[in-house]
């Protein structure tokens, strides 16, 4: 059965850090959809352009344009054994197109992670990513300044977005937009649930635990 995964969480929960361990040991693509943007913002082109002013204030890219991002992005053939997505879908419209971009292929499994508001906002505020690469500092030795990116010597910075205003509306955003997707998936065999306050190598363990016991559960899709 094909590892079709999607993270759920609010910013913050460490889907991206989790995504990437699972990806890179699984072997199968992270997509994420904020670097898919942050990418296009760096390199200048009319996606970016549109995004940047949105991503600033803490609001959602329209549906429209990320539905067909991913759409294209799922149509590729190194999602054939899987894919972890991260950070789409981020709104019911998002997940109701996703179902159907997802007909005859082996079904969701869905990760939540969760965490309280007051952790997010610790996290975020103290974060760093690479300039270059986009790697996260683990939250720990995320503030020192001039650091340098573990993976590929590039300069740490703090993301546009991770300013207290921008974060305080990027939560908002999250409770109003993305939480009601904890209902979309919540009755689905397929769901799962972990608590992310936790270390991040037992937040892996309890992921990986969770996605042996839906890929039992889980009836495998049409091969056809
Ligand atoms: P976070 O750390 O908040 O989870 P991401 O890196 O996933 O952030 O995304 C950063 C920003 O990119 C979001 O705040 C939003 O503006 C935009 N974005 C990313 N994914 C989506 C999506 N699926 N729909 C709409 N906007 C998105
Ligand atoms: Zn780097």
Redesign the pocket.
Known sequence: MALNLIMLG???AG??TQAERFATAKGIPRI????I??EAVQAGTELGKR?KA??ER??????EI?IGI?RERLARDDVRAGFIL??????VP?AKALDGIMAGRDPLIVLNIDVADEELVRR?TTRMICKECGTNAAVEDAAVPGSRCKKCGGAMVQRA?DSVAVIIA?LK?YQRDTKPLVNFYGARPTYRSVNGAQPPDQVAADLIAAIAAVSKTAPSGAHA
């Open positions: 609010p910013p913050g889907k991206g994420s959809t904020g670097d943007l942050r995004a949105i991503m803490g609001e959602l890219v329209s549906d990320m991913v991260d950070g789409f879908p981020r709104t998002q975020l977005d990027r955003t």
